[in-house]
């Protein structure tokens, strides 16, 4: 039996069950991991400017490719509590990430030793397993599990915590024989999925929706061909988006209150089935209940069976992994295509498509200062269906998931569930460092990007290019925007005179000053007709000198994006201007049909 450190045993298990990229921030608690880090080799370490942002990275490593396990590092203390924003997006989405946090030594743990506290009870209600590993002998099981528990069933986050005495207690392992533990996921039976494919075929107007579990699941082909199968349109929510392409014909489109279409709204009202798989009935998709279900039946298929009735009941619930459960609604289905016995679709398809053709918001302004929908526009035209996008929350967010246009699986890549200011940063470090050749976009408003701007050192210091598309209002836009229905305007806005940028007006921080400081490109835009000439130098630039480049869009103070203030998806206002022409919205998916 080969004899080594608690420690170097934890990060021979890292490369075992896969790990080639950590992120994190060193630290004394943590030293002797990084030790064994260093000894070991295999594993490529990005050093993070926060622990938080190093957490972030780990999100959007992970949710760039199947199979991805991203891992934070940090210290005692406060490392741990930083990251708890990460584990709470982790475990909000689906995410399985790994925190490895340092810890004061086990005789001192309870006794307020300098950054000692109890962060395996403080991260519970955020992971599906947190530990202080008080036994050296203990640090390969503890592993092993974690790994086995971040995969099975309804994936997410873990944290370990190692006290300093116990990562540097030796003990025997044996690295060269070490297994990980089989992965569990339930799956759906052949009469389960019969008696919902026979609730699917008698109905007239049937949806499919599609939810981030379906792309967790790697399960996205699959999808499709089931959608193809049967001819029925598919809903993608939110966390689902790229699953099947925008202009797919069974491409129904978004619903929900915010980042929704029209369209897609319209068809799901006229609905009389629906079919969900891998989603969790988000409130910002449904709103009302009785507005969502009146009128329709549903069946619910998750891995998690506790999901299965939690928002409402459904009319049949299925338990299982939704690529086990597509496996089989594939096969059942060309079984009943081959007897004749799946109904024609086609005219409800082609339903949803006139109404795709017809319902679309304008997105062609030439305004001065820029209103924002033309820089969803404009970025339609210089970003090609290979981009990933990253965003995470506020009327940037919801603009452009109401504009911009995703064709694959993991190139919509949103933090849905917990929404934290300044993800959008780190995130799209952690995608771009799984993905160096793919073209990564990220979206912010201007209070989202101050909130984790230091993160852009990272990518310079450690060359890993992105375009990074900085809309600024100078305004808590989404705030603002909710304001309204109490009749305020208060600490909201966030203008001021820039001494040292008067060329600013009242538009505050300077954003190329502070992008340029921190050793990243950017470059300045007022006029939208300049826009399409910036996003191709910004491409051009981030090639040339691997770093990421910053492309600000100073908008117009006040836009109000469309969104329902009742929280009814049937009743979502529309504050600008409709397109009535093709001009209007010149990069829509479909031409306008008037």
Not at 502 to 523: F, M, Q, R, T, W
Request: some cysteine; hydrophobic content about 45%.
């Amino acid at each position: 039996m080969a004899r080594m450190t608690a420690a170097r045993a934890a990060v021979e298990i890292l490369k075992r069950e896969g790990v080639a990229d950590a992120f994190g921030v060193p630290g004394a608690a943590i030293n002797p991991f990084y030790a064994a880090l260093k000894a070991s080799g295999g594993i490529n370490h990005t050093l993070a400017r926060h622990v938080e942002g190093a957490s972030h990275m780990a999100e959007g490593y992970t949710r760039t490719h199947a199979g991805n396990i991203g891992v934070c590092i940090g210290t005692s203390g406060p490392a741990g509590t930083d990251m708890i924003t990460g584990l709470y997006s982790a475990i909000g989405d689906s995410i399985p990430i790994l925190c490895i946090t340092g810890q004061a030594p086990t005789a001192v743990i309870h006794k307020e030793d300098f950054q000692a506290v109890d962060i395996a009870s403080i991260a519970k209600p955020v992971t599906k397993m947190a530990v202080t590993v008080l036994e050296a002998a203990q640090v390969p099981g503890v592993f092993q599990q974690a790994f086995h528990l971040m995969r099975s069933g309804r994936p997410g986050p873990v944290l370990i915590d190692l006290p300093i005495d116990v990562q540097l207690t030796e003990i025997e392992f044996d690295p060269e024989t070490y297994e990980p533990l089989p992965v569990y996921k339930p799956a759906a039976t052949r009469p389960q999925i019969e008696k919902a494919l026979a609730m699917l075929t008698a109905a007239e107007r049937p949806l499919i929706v599609a939810g981030g579990g379906v792309i967790n699941a790697d399960a996205a082909e699959l999808l499709v061909e089931f959608a193809e199968l049967t001819g029925t349109p598919v809903v993608p929510t939110l966390m689902g988006w790229g699953i099947l392409p925008d202009d797919h014909e069974l491409n129904a489109g978004m619903v929900g209150l915010q980042t929704s279409h029209r369209y897609g709204n319209a068809t799901f009202l006229e609905s009389d089935f629906v079919l969900g798989i891998g989603n969790r009935w988000a409130n910002r998709h449904t709103g009302k209940l009785d507005v969502y279900t009146a009128g329709r039946k549903f069946v619910h298929v998750d891995v998690e069976p506790t999901q299965i009735g939690k928002i409402f009941a459904p009319d049949y619930g299925i338990a299982s992994d939704a690529k086990a459960a597509l496996e089989l609604f594939v096969t059942v289905a060309k079984e009943l295509k081959a007897a004749g016995r799946l109904p024609d679709r086609s005219a409800w398809a082609a339903s949803a498509q006139e109404r795709k053709a017809a319902l679309q918001r304008r997105t062609h302004f030439d305004d001065i200062p820029i209103k924002p929908q033309r820089v969803y526009e404009e970025m339609n035209k210089a970003f090609g269906p290979d981009t990933r996008y990253v965003s995470t929350i506020g009327l940037s967010q919801i603009a452009g998931a109401q504009m911009l246009h995703v064709y694959r699986p993991r190139h919509w890549i949103n933090c849905g569930q917990a929404g934290p200011l300044g993800w959008t940063i780190p995130a799209a470090l952690g995608v771009a460092k799984a993905d160096p050749d793919a073209p990564v976009v990220a979206l912010s408003g201007d209070y989202d990007f101050q909130f984790m701007l230091e993160e852009l050192a990272v990518g310079a210091q450690h060359k890993i290019p992105y375009v990074h598309v900085l809309v600024n209002n100078s305004y808590l836009g989404l705030i603002r925007q909710a304001q309204r229905a109490f009749d305020i305007d208060f600490q909201v806005n966030l203008e001021f005179e820039n001494v040292n940028s008067p060329e600013l007006g009242v538009y505050g921080v300077d954003h190329v000053k502070v992008a340029e400081g921190l050793g990243c490109k950017a470059i300045r835009v007022t006029d939208p007709a300049e826009l399409g000439a910036a996003f191709e130098q910004a491409k051009k630039l981030a090639a040339e000198f691997r770093v990421p480049v910053v492309v600000e869009a100073i908008l117009e103070r006040v836009t109000n994006i469309s969104m329902s203030g009742t929280n009814d998806i049937g009743n979502v206002v529309e504050f600008e201007e409709l397109a009535t022409e093709p001009g209007h919205a010149p990069t829509a998916i479909k031409p306008l049909k008037v």
